[in-house]
């Protein structure tokens, strides 16, 4: 009698088998998950590069800007140590930033005009107008509480170069959003009355005050030149 075979064998070979194409199938699962983990290492570095790159565009923009002004500020204010230039002009690129209605050479073109081409933060009108911007008391006092500066007195405040020019940056892009761009610095300079008036009779001569109808293309005209 013929001994019977056992199975023994086959079953041997196929737990081998299993084996082998288990190791294989966990073999090609890892390297697919270590492949895509590469993958997204290589997405987050291209991604903090590009941030990278971004902020550095940033950087080149505000230093710029903030040269441009310096610059300009030594033209007409030579005497201005440059800790203050800086200051300024930094405050002058913030608020160009805070309000889209306004950019670094208009803001310029109306301190440049407003005070009398001297940029002296402590210039003052007959009228009692203040600082850079020129800006009334009562306006002053009034804009304060919305940039929460505690307002101490006027000199205080309104010689301080840069709550001078968060003040007036605020007013002035209130106008413009208002009445735009002409109507804006007719009202910054004559009034919102006279100003609204003047657009509703699409601005005709006679309405404004003489002083502002000579304003309004003076601003415009420092602010095409500083553009250029």
């Keep these: 009698m013929r001994p019977k075979k056992s199975n023994g064998s086959y079953w041997m070979v196929l737990a081998v088998t299993g084996l082998v194409l288990g190791m294989s199938a966990a073999g ?7 492949f895509d983990r590469s993958n997204r290492q290589v997405e987050n570095i291209e991604k903090i590069v ?17 040269q441009k002004v310096m610059k300009l500020i030594r033209q007409y204010n030579p005497k201005m ?7 300024i002009a930094n405050e002058i690129y913030e608020m ?7 950019d670094v050479d208009l803001i310029c073109a109306t301190i440049t005009h407003e005070s009398a081409k001297t940029w002296d933060p402590k210039v003052t009108s007959p009228v009692g107008a203040m600082g850079l911007m020129q800006i009334m008391p009562g306006t002053g006092m009034f804009l304060s509480e919305f940039e929460g500066i505690a307002w101490i007195n006027a000199e205080t405040v309104l010689f301080n170069p840069i709550y001078n020019i968060r003040l007036g940056t ?18 910054y300079n004559g009034g919102e009355k006279r100003a609204a008036l003047w657009l509703a009779h699409n601005k005709a001569n006679g309405i404004l005050w ?7 293309p003076a601003v415009l005209n420092l602010y095409q ?4």
Excluded: C, H, W
Excluded at 28 to 34: G, I, M, N, S, V
């Design 28 to 34: 090609f699962t890892f390297r697919y998950y270590d």
């Design 225 to 228: 030149q500083f553009q250029n």
């Design 96 to 102: 160009s930033i805070k309000y889209s209605n306004l």
């Design 210 to 216: 003489p002083e502002t109808q000579k304003y309004v």
């Design 170 to 187: 605020r007013y002035l892009s209130t106008l413009i959003d208002i009445y735009g761009l002409q109507g804006g610095l007719a009202a």
């Design 81 to 87: 140590p440059s800790n203050i230039r800086y200051d």
């Design 50 to 66: 590009n941030d990278l790159r971004a902020a550095m565009n940033v950087d080149a923009v505000r230093q710029t800007n903030i």
